[in-house]
C-alpha cells in the first residue's frame, strides 16, 4: 500500500514496528560500505596478469624504438595515443595520454585556464568573479576542483536524457560564465546518457565567452552493464558541423578498465587546445609512466580488446547493480517513496527520497552501520536543496554484504519516508 494513502495511526503504528526491527539490525554491529564507487578485488583480478607484460630489457621499447624506461615523449607513445584515440574515436594527434587519473588531468585544465589563459584570453583568476555550470546531481570531486579554486558554481538539473540545455543556453550569455562539467555518458550518479539531440544543442553553445571550456568527463565511456548499451553521439564530430571544437576538452582514464591507482589517462581535444596543454606540459613534467602506457597497449591490443575485458567486469558487477534495483523493486517502489534510473552502464544507481529525508536515510543507516555517500555530495557545496538524492554504490561489497547493506537501506528509507509524512 502507497504510504501517502495510509492513514495517521496507519502510519505511526508501522513506524514503531520498523524502529523494532531497525533496533534489532543495530544490534548485530555491522559494518557496511557503499560510499564511493570502486571496484571490487574481484574486478581488480581480471587485470593482474598486465602486471607480467614488460619484464625485460627487450620488452620495454615502444613501435618506435624509443625506450620507455627513458625520460621523454611528453604527450604519450604512439601505440597508446592510438589506443586512446579509438576510445574517443578522433585522430591519434588529437590525443595526450597522462598519468593514472583524469581527474589530475581535469584539475590541471582548470588551473591553466585560471593562471595562464586560454583562447588567447586573460587567466580566468585576472577576470574578477568567474562561473561554472554544474549539472545535478552530479559528481562530487567536479564540484571540490571548481570550489577550491574559488569558482562560483550554477547548478543546472538534469533531465532524462541529460542536462536542460535551455538553461544551459540562457546562463552562457553571461561572459563570466567559463565552463561546465559533464559526465555524458552514463552519467554520475542517476547513469543518464546524453540523447543525441543534447549532444547536439551542446555543441550548438554559442557562449559569450571566447574561452568557454565543457569539461567532458567521460569516465564511463566503456563502462557497459548490458548487451544492448547506450550510444552516446562523438562530440567533436558533431562540433564541426558548428566549429565549436575548442569548446570541448574530453577526458577518460583505465581506472575501473585496469587498476583504479595505476591504469592510464587521456584528453582529447582540438588542435588548439592540444597545443596550449602540451605547452604547459613542457614545463610541468617531462613524461608521464611510458611502461604503463606500453603495458596497458600490449595487453588490451586495441579497442576490442578492452570491450571483451569490460564483458568480464559486466559479469561481475551486473548481478551487483540487479541486486540492488531488485530490493528497491521489491521494497520501496509498492510504497511510493522513492524514484530511481535503472541504468545500462556506469558505477551508481541514483536515489530520491520524498519529503526531504535524504539526510536522515543517511544518518540512519550510519547509526545501522553502513556508510553511504555523504548525503548532499551529489551537488555544489555539498547543499541539496530538496535534501532529496542519495548515491548508492553498488561494485565495491560483495554480494553477501550487498544483500545486507540493501536490507539496511530500505528499512531507514521506510522509517525516514514515515517520518516525513507525519
Same mark, same amino acid.
Given at each position: ?6 492513514s ?24 557496511l560500505?557503499? !560510499? ?7 574486478q ?10 614488460v619484464a ?26 592510438k ?14 595520454? &597522462? ?6 588531468? #581535469?584539475?590541471?585544465?582548470?588551473? @591553466? ?6 583562447a588567447g ?14 549539472n ?27 542536462p ?6 540562457? /546562463? ?29 544543442a551542446?555543441?550548438?553553445l554559442?557562449?559569450a565567452?571566447?574561452?568557454f ?12 552493464l ?5 550510444? /552516446? ?6 562540433c ?13 582514464s ?7 591507482g ?16 602540451k605547452?604547459?606540459?613542457?614545463? @610541468? ?5 611510458? /611502461? ?10 586495441n579497442?576490442? &580488446?578492452?570491450?571483451? *575485458?569490460m564483458?568480464? *567486469?559486466?559479469a ?10 531488485? #530490493? ?17 552502464g &556506469?558505477?551508481?544507481i ?10 536522515r536515510?543517511?544518518e ?11 548525503v548532499g ?20 561489497? !560483495? ?11 530500505c528499512?531507514c ?6 517520518e516525513?509524512?507525519?
Amino acid at each position: 500500500m502507497l504510504y501517502n494513502e495510509m492513514s495517521r495511526d496507519e502510519l505511526v503504528s508501522l513506524k514503531n514496528q520498523l524502529e523494532k526491527e531497525y533496533e534489532e539490525v543495530k544490534s548485530l554491529g555491522l559494518s557496511l560500505d557503499m !560510499s564511493r564507487g570502486k571496484p571490487g578485488a574481484d574486478q581488480l583480478d581480471l587485470s593482474v596478469d598486465m602486471l607480467d607484460i614488460v619484464a625485460t630489457a627487450n620488452d620495454c621499447k615502444d613501435e618506435n624504438g624509443f625506450d620507455c624506461r627513458n625520460y621523454g615523449v611528453l604527450d604519450g607513445i604512439p601505440e597508446c595515443k592510438k589506443l586512446f584515440a579509438q576510445l574517443f574515436e578522433v585522430d591519434p594527434k588529437n590525443v595526450i595520454v &597522462g598519468g593514472s587519473s583524469s581527474l589530475n588531468l #581535469m584539475y590541471d585544465y582548470i588551473n @591553466q585556464c585560471m593562471y595562464l589563459g586560454v583562447a588567447g584570453c586573460e587567466p580566468w583568476s585576472k577576470q574578477g568573479k568567474v562561473k561554472f555550470i554544474c549539472n545535478v546531481p552530479g559528481y562530487d570531486r567536479h564540484f571540490a576542483i571548481t570550489e577550491f579554486f574559488g569558482i562560483e558554481m550554477i547548478s543546472v538539473e538534469m533531465k532524462s536524457d541529460g542536462p536542460d540545455v535551455e538553461k544551459i543556453a540562457e /546562463l552562457i550569455k553571461d561572459p563570466t560564465v567559463k565552463g561546465m562539467f559533464c559526465v555524458p555518458k552514463y552519467s554520475n550518479p542517476n547513469g543518464i546518457t546524453y540523447s543525441d539531440s543534447v549532444v547536439r544543442a551542446l555543441a550548438a553553445l554559442k557562449p559569450a565567452a571566447p574561452d568557454f571550456r565543457v569539461i567532458w568527463d567521460n569516465a564511463y565511456i566503456i563502462h557497459e552493464l548490458t548487451d544492448n548499451p547506450d550510444v /552516446l553521439l562523438n562530440i567533436f564530430e558533431v562540433c564541426k558541423e558548428f566549429g565549436t571544437e575548442d569548446y570541448f576538452v574530453e577526458f577518460t582514464s583505465t581506472s575501473k578498465i585496469s587498476f583504479p591507482g595505476a591504469g592510464v589517462s587521456a584528453i582529447a581535444a582540438s588542435d588548439a587546445n592540444i597545443a596550449d596543454i602540451k605547452k604547459r606540459l613542457g614545463f @610541468q613534467t617531462i613524461s608521464y609512466d611510458k /611502461l604503463k602506457q606500453l603495458s596497458h597497449v600490449r595487453y588490451f591490443r586495441n579497442v576490442d &580488446g578492452i570491450r571483451e *575485458h569490460m564483458k568480464k *567486469h559486466a559479469a561481475i558487477i551486473a548481478p551487483k547493480f540487479q541486486i540492488v534495483l531488485d #530490493m528497491l523493486a521489491n521494497e520501496i517502489k509498492p510504497l511510493g517513496i522513492g524514484k530511481w534510473v535503472e541504468a545500462k552502464g &556506469g558505477y551508481f544507481i541514483s536515489y530520491d527520497t520524498i519529503g526531504s529525508s535524504a539526510k536522515r536515510i543517511g544518518e540512519l543507516c550510519k547509526g545501522a552501520g553502513l556508510v553511504l555517500t555523504t548525503v548532499g555530495a551529489t551537488y555544489p557545496y555539498g547543499i541539496d536543496p530538496e535534501d532529496k538524492n542519495i548515491r548508492i554504490a553498488p561494485t565495491f561489497p !560483495s554480494v553477501e554484504d550487498l544483500k545486507k547493506a540493501m536490507e539496511v537501506f530500505c528499512l531507514c528509507a521506510k522509517i525516514a519516508a514515515i517520518e516525513a509524512l507525519i
